[in-house]
């Protein structure tokens, strides 16, 4: 039977024909929920100057979603440290983690959280890029101010977010746990996974590799309906093969209008091909498919459609199915 534990990534899209505010009104609803259908964490991540997606800081959702719940770990996925000075990172996340003993995570990232390259530049206060080398010193402080400067007890978790080789090599000598954004960049995850295991040093933080793996994941009722629901992802992501600024998160509707390209049809195809959607059945078996490829100790869902009680009800279909299928049936180990 299958045991790994699942988990959620919460994006907070902001909806065409709602406001911002109505996604941060609904947050807290999303929290309970995942703590109801008990899934293991929650965690949340950085966007910047973006119409579809809420520039709300992970470290404030995680603050008003932990004062909702009482049992499911709450955290960054993630943090972005190009973005933030290493003490300021430790010094809220170390609060929190003071505040709600052994429910904080800190997942740290790389990325800008933003394809705006003058925002980009705004956040890091006129900086460009974060080199290889300052990301890992960044990395590296904000892990030594949690111990040495705002250790107030019990600690946040700490992960590194990756989507690359590098990024899971900077993980392993580190020796931390890593999640991998296979909801991002799948083609690099098996790459990732076997170089962080191959070359990973135990650590205070971890003492064997760790691997959390992270899917695109949208079910529903029957096929047609999971892939209805996960149209506005689609446009979006459109938009961000073509560097372009995205308007609110369309509606199911509005996506199955919008006049894809040939070469877009086929990039999104090869994409959700190697993602987890349609009916429980199928989920839970590519699901378990990716789990038996990259030998994950844990899945984290994310789940981008436009209603949230679709959303809510993609992740019960899950969980309830979850369990189901052992995972040799499940199928090859095979990622496409």
Not at 2 to 29: F, H, K
Not at 61 to 86: C, D, M
Request: with cysteine; charged share 20%.
């Amino acid at each position: 039977m299958l045991d790994i534990p699942l988990s959620a990534l919460e994006v907070a899209m902001v909806q065409t024909g709602t406001r911002a505010v109505d996604t941060l009104r609904d947050t807290a609803a999303f929290a309970q929920a995942m703590e109801r259908l008990d899934y293991r964490r929650l965690w949340y991540a950085e966007h910047h100057h973006s119409p579809a997606i809420g520039a709300f800081p992970p470290v404030v959702l995680t603050a008003h979603a932990a004062a909702s719940t009482s049992v499911i770990r709450l955290g960054s996925g993630g943090v972005l440290a190009p973005n933030h000075a290493p003490l300021t990172v430790a010094e809220q996340f170390g609060t929190l983690a003071a505040l709600h003993e052994d429910r904080i995570d800190l997942g740290i990232g790389r990325g800008p959280g933003t394809f705006d390259e003058a925002i980009a530049r705004a956040l890091r206060r006129g900086a460009g890029p974060a080199t290889d080398a300052e990301y890992r010193q960044d990395v590296a402080a904000v892990l030594s101010f949690l111990v040495e400067e705002v250790a107030l007890g019990p600690l946040p978790e700490p992960w590194l977010l990756v989507s690359s080789t590098a990024g899971a090599a900077l993980a392993a000598a580190l020796g931390l746990p890593v999640a991998i954004a296979h909801h991002i960049r799948p083609d690099n995850t098996l790459a990732a996974v076997e170089g962080y295991r191959a070359a990973f040093t135990a650590s205070r933080w971890c003492e064997r590799p760790r691997v959390l793996l992270c899917v695109e994941t949208v079910c529903a009722p029957t096929q047609e309906e999971a892939v209805w629901r996960a149209g506005p992802m689609n446009v979006v992501k459109a938009g961000l093969l073509k560097g372009l600024s995205q308007a609110p998160f369309p509606t199911p509707a509005q996506a199955a209008a919008h006049p894809f390209t040939e070469q877009e049809r086929q990039a999104l195809d090869a994409f959700r091909a190697q993602q987890a959607v349609g009916t429980p059945e199928v989920v839970v078996g590519r699901l378990a498919q990716l789990a038996a490829a990259t030998g994950a100790q844990e899945l984290m869902l994310a789940t981008p459609v436009y209603d949230l009680g679709d959303r809510i009800g993609s992740y019960e279909l899950v969980r309830k199915h979850w369990g189901a299928a052992s995972g040799p049936a499940a199928g090859s180990a095979a990622l496409v």
